[in-house]
Each structure stands twice: as structure tokens, then as C-alpha cells.
């Protein structure tokens, strides 16, 4: 009993002592194939860290590339400096000879665009300093 004993609290100690990585990974050193390494596992845990700090992200997210400007909606709408989104009217294409002179003039002038329509026209426009 007492020698059964005396096995268990050997044990105890050799499990008590932290485990040494090994140098190499070399079945010939250690008479293992591969043996742990916290060290490296540390290393890798740190690392991840320090490239977050590096992330730098765009205005078209992780690629990186800038937005287009739809060129069509920058012939058709006009920004003012205010930030207003000028429109033309529509109805002065065609079949204007029973329009009175007042409203085929009307019909020139540019209008401001809806609130739905601003917000089509923003992503049309990225860069525009749309309000």
C-alpha cells in the first residue's frame, strides 16, 4: 500500500511541474513526431491584435475602390450649393402646340427633387454633397 502510495504522489509532482516546449519537432531529439509549442501559440494570439490596428477601411468598404459617378444623372440633375437637388419638369418634349405660352415657360424651370428621388440620386451621385 505504501508503495502504491509513494507511485501517486510521484505522479503528482511530475504533473505539478510545467511542461518544457520542445526545441525541435524532430523525432530523433525528443522521440516524439511533433511535440507542443505554446510559445508559438502565444505569438499567434498577439499577432491578430496589432493587424487590427493597421485595418483601414474605404468609403466602398474592403476593397478599397472609389464609387463611380453615374454620368447620366450628372447631365440630368443639378446641385446647388445649398445642397438642393435641381430637376427638370417634365411635359415639354412633344404635343406642346395646346400648352399656353405661361406653361410651356413654367415647364423650363428646374424644380427640387423629392425626398425619394434625392435619396435615388445619392447613390447615383457618391460624391455629391447632396442635403
Not at 415647364?107 to 440620386?121: C, D, F, Q, R, Y
Amino acid at each position: 500500500m505504501q508503495a502504491l502510495t509513494l507511485k501517486m504522489s510521484a505522479l503528482r509532482l511530475r504533473a505539478a511541474q510545467p511542461c518544457v516546449a520542445a526545441k525541435s519537432l524532430s523525432s530523433k531529439v525528443n522521440g516524439i513526431a511533433a511535440a507542443p509549442r505554446p510559445v508559438l501559440a502565444q505569438q499567434k494570439q498577439q499577432q491578430p491584435a496589432a493587424a487590427s490596428a493597421l485595418l483601414v477601411e474605404c468609403a466602398d468598404g474592403p476593397r478599397g475602390m472609389k464609387l463611380k459617378t453615374r454620368k447620366a444623372a450628372a447631365k440630368r440633375y443639378k446641385i446647388t450649393g445649398s445642397g438642393k437637388v435641381m430637376v427638370r419638369r417634365a411635359g415639354k418634349q412633344h404635343l406642346n402646340e395646346k400648352q399656353s405660352s405661361k406653361t410651356k415657360r413654367n415647364l423650363g424651370k428646374m424644380v427640387p427633387a423629392s425626398e425619394t428621388h434625392k435619396n435615388l440620386i445619392r447613390g447615383c451621385m457618391p460624391y455629391a454633397k447632396i442635403k
